[in-house]
């Protein structure tokens, strides 16, 4: 599903450069449950984001579902993110404006899926988390393990293949961090959807079945689990 | 000094003539008075003194009007002056009367009273009496100003209160260190002051800067440092720097000051932004404003074209009026100049009309009509056009006598079809029968705000040597000029030492729509800076709500809505403002453009197509205001404003 080749990353200040990723080459099946780990300042949200999309690498090849996206035109990227990746957020990064329903709501909108189907995906969802009875709730009325959950049945149901997840547990308790990777398990186990997720803690990262240890920029290790 | 090129005039001799063909009178001059450099409510370029009443020996038994100014020997109060005066005057006209034979008692019984009263010198120029006063004039003008600064206050509020959040910070540590509130709002009242005094000194700067523009656009005399009331300025100044600081500072200075440091500190405290509402309120209440003028605007200017293009009922062109009385041997002269076609003279033409009312008796019916005086000539100088009829001709010998042309208006008003027919005029116990020849289109002798009356025209019996101050003069050449200096060469033969003064109709034409052209050069100045100023404040709201919501734009984007998608997210939120905005300013248009179409009798019916352009051109300006801003905040990348901090 993704193929990357000697991605670079630096940023150049007063004429020196500063690496941020160097040569880093792999590729990531479908169905694969990836860890990225490693100490702060590695690099690992940096290459979750070129595999998002949301930076760009400034040198290196990228081949996403057999396409060549090292430089993508706006409208390209936008197809890709509306129909097949999801993102998950430490901070969860709600609308604070819009209801849980509403949070929810906005990808298909964006998407233009029709009003039925919409309705019937959204309900759906809230079934599967859980959380029908705070659809009418603003996200500040949630808890943090709670609007983690909007947050990915948001990222769900535009019905991405791949979900790409930051530190999804970083601001929770370990009840419900618990609660949330099993769930990343279970999604990645039953209906396959490609999981890459960035990650401080070993504990988390077990629950994948593999392991990319990031240190200064470059992979060190590249592990299988389970 | 104009008159002799020089300043030494004391002991010099002019000649003085008080009328046409007065013989003149040599007067010498003892003195020079400096001239004011204010606008004056006496101005004069010299002053005699013969101590005799003067009397045109054309017209002996005119009556002179003329004011009476008395110095006081100290301040004295006018109301008690007043009652002296009118004791005094009352008895004098009682004694007066006695000799002319008239009672007293009689004359002043249906509710009209003698009058006279004392104005002090100050009252009457600045605000004269027996006309519009100048404050009448003014309001409009004070009125529009009073909203622009409203304006100006409004958009600082927005911004400071927007700006609020940026400080918010500093807030909360004050307030962690121990600042008392009230130290905080005086801290930011004190900030708003400065800034306010610093917008004073620009806009003095300005002011000396612009003034002498403005003055010759609007063709007034206003000056600033050299006011005779500058103190009196810059009291009014003062005053209003206080003002504004208090309007504009006081309640974004509230507002921050009541930041609670918990939350600031905490960083949520953009949630916990209040004012949106009344910002929101504000926006709304500019746009009000600007699109109330931008219609304002529009309706004046379809009214101007209206009078500008209207069918005055006579031909101006080509046309002049000589500030004389028509007299049989000069009009022969000079209507054998080439190119005159008529000489004559009427008692009403644009610039000069003299009404006189009469009551006509119509088939048993009074009917009262306003008499016009005419020569032959007249109504074909004029090029009026004919709709029943004929008008006036040497060929009738009794258009001398007893027939009259009727204007359309008193056509309405007596009869549809009246040619032929008669009506009598009641002088004493004797009754006059006229017939009516003709009626003629309605021509319009004053400004566009009075209704053409309806109007008979008289062909004088002295064949046209009334006293009427109108010489009509149509040319049939183009070149009018050249018969124009034949006519003065005869007049000066004539009247050696007495000036021609002439005016064209054309002319004429543009004094009458001046005051309005003024009106309306002055709103379309103001509407500009209204705008503008409301634009400004769109802007800068912009800025600061797209700045505010960059986490949504950013979550947005990452779920695959497009830059076109955010930008209509963002315009959405102003658009449902200004588009409110639109529907309350439009009654308020209506009602006030209206009331400024009364003013014409002649006027168009409200138009609809000011009211949409004015709703499309705010709705275009605004997106394209809050577009700028919005595209700035949809390309930016997400990433950043997704970090974690």
Not at chain 1, 148 to 177: F, W, Y
């Amino acid at each position: 599903m993704i193929e990357i080749k000697n991605i670079e990353k630096y940023y150049a200040s007063k004429g020196v450069k500063h690496y941020v990723l160097r040569h880093v080459t792999t590729s990531i099946k479908k169905g694969e449950f990836v860890s990225i780990m490693g100490p702060s300042g590695a690099g690992k949200s940096t290459l979750l984001n070129i595999l998002g999309m949301l930076e760009e690498s400034t040198y290196g090849q990228y081949e996403f579902m057999g396409e060549d996206v090292t430089t993508l035109s706006e409208r390209k990227r936008i197809e890709l993110y509306r129909n097949h990746i999801g993102f998950v957020f430490q901070a969860y990064h709600l609308i604070d404006e819009m209801t849980v329903y509403e949070n929810i709501e906005a990808p298909l909108l964006y998407k233009k899926i029709g009003n039925s189907e919409r309705k019937s995906r959204i309900a759906d969802l809230l079934d599967r988390f859980n959380i029908v009875a705070k659809k009418d709730l603003f996200p500040n009325q949630l808890s943090g393990g709670q609007q983690q959950l909007v947050g990915i049945a948001r990222a769900l149901a535009a019905q991405p293949s791949l979900i790409l997840a930051d530190e999804p547990t970083g601001n929770l308790q370990s009840v419900q961090a618990e609660e949330i990777m099993e769930l990343f398990r279970k999604l990645n186990k039953e209906e396959g959807i490609t999981i890459i997720q960035v990650t401080h803690a070993e504990k988390n990262a077990q629950y994948g079945n593999r392991i990319l240890h990031i240190a200064d920029g470059v992979v060190k290790d590249d592990v299988q689990v389970g | 000094m104009k008159l002799f090129g020089t300043d030494r005039v004391l002991g010099k001799v002019i000649k003085v003539l008080m009328w046409r063909n007065d013989t003149g009178q040599d007067l010498t001059v003892t003195g020079v008075v400096a001239d004011p450099p204010t606008p004056q409510s006496v101005s004069f370029n010299a002053m005699m003194r013969t101590g005799e009443q003067d009397k045109d020996p054309d017209h002996p038994s005119n009556s002179h009007y003329c004011q009476v100014y008395a110095r006081m020997q100290q301040t004295i109060d006018t109301a008690a002056l007043n009652k002296t005066l009118l004791s005094v005057y009352t008895d004098f006209k009682k004694a007066s009367f006695v000799k002319r034979e008239i009672n007293f008692n009689d004359f002043y019984k249906d509710g009209k009273t003698p009058g006279l009263k004392t104005l002090s010198l100050k009252d009457v120029h600045g605000n004269p009496s027996f006309q519009i006063s100048w404050l009448e004039k003014l309001k409009p003008i004070i009125g529009i100003t009073a909203f622009l600064l409203l304006i100006s206050v409004i958009n600082f509020v927005n911004l400071a209160t927007a700006q609020s959040v940026q400080r918010a910070k500093e807030v909360g540590v004050k307030k962690v260190l121990g600042s008392y509130k009230k130290q905080l709002v005086v801290q930011f009242l004190l900030e708003s002051a400065l800034q306010s005094i610093i917008a004073l000194f620009i806009s003095i700067i300005l002011i000396e800067l612009v003034l002498p523009a403005f003055n010759h656009q609007f063709n007034v005399e206003l000056s600033f440092w050299h006011n005779e009331q500058f103190s009196g300025i810059l009291l009014q100044l003062l005053a209003l720097f206080v003002l504004v600081t208090l309007l504009a500072g006081f309640y974004p200075a509230w507002i921050l000051s009541n930041y609670n440091p918990v939350s600031v500190l905490k960083g949520n405290y953009e949630k916990g932004l209040k004012g949106v509402a009344l910002r929101n309120i504000l926006v709304i209440f500019q746009f009000v404003i600007s699109v109330t003028f931008i219609i304002a605007i529009g309706v004046m200017h379809k009214q101007t074209e209206f009078i500008n293009n209207k069918d005055l009922g006579f031909e101006r062109g080509n046309l002049i009026n000589i500030k004389s009385n028509y007299e049989k041997s000069f009009a022969d002269k000079i209507s054998r100049i080439p190119g005159v076609e008529y000489v004559a003279t009427t008692t009403q033409v644009m610039g000069n009309a003299f009404n006189v009312p009469e009551e006509v008796t119509y088939k048993g019916n009074k009917v009262a009509l306003n008499t016009v005086t005419v020569s032959m000539d007249a109504l074909k100088a004029l090029g009026v056009k004919v709709l029943q009829g004929r008008i006036f001709s040497k060929e009738y010998k009794q258009d001398t006598v007893n027939t009259v042309v009727l204007n359309e208006a008193a056509a309405k008003l007596i009869d549809k079809n009246p040619v032929g027919k008669n009506y009598q005029v009641k002088d004493g116990p004797k009754n006059h029968t006229f017939q009516i020849v003709g009626v003629i289109k309605d021509y319009h002798n004053e400004g566009f705000d009075k209704a053409v009356l309806p109007t008979l025209y008289k062909v004088t019996h002295l064949g046209g040597s009334s006293n009427t101050n109108n010489l009509l003069i149509r040319f049939n050449t183009e070149n009018s000029s050249e018969a124009i200096k034949k006519i003065e060469a005869e007049w000066k033969t004539l009247y050696p030492d007495y000036p021609m003064e002439y005016i064209t109709m054309n002319s004429e034409f543009q004094h009458v729509l001046e005051d309005n052209a003024r009106f309306i050069n002055m709103i379309i100045l103001f509407s500009v800076v209204s705008v503008s100023l409301s634009l400004l404040g769109l802007f800068a709201l912009s800025t600061f709500v797209a700045r505010r919501r960059t986490k949504e734009i950013a979550v947005r984007k990452v779920l695959g809505a497009s830059n076109v998608q955010i930008v209509n997210l963002l315009n959405k939120s102003f658009l449902i403002l200004v588009v409110l905005a639109n529907l309350i300013s439009w009654p308020i248009a209506y009602i006030l453009v209206n009331k400024w179409l009364q003013g014409f009798a002649y006027r168009i019916d409200m138009p609809v197509f000011p009211f949409i352009t004015a709703t499309v051109i705010s709705i275009i300006i605004a997106v394209l205001t809050v577009s700028i801003q919005a595209r700035k905040a949809a390309v930016r990348n997400p990433v950043t404003a997704l970090k974690y901090e």
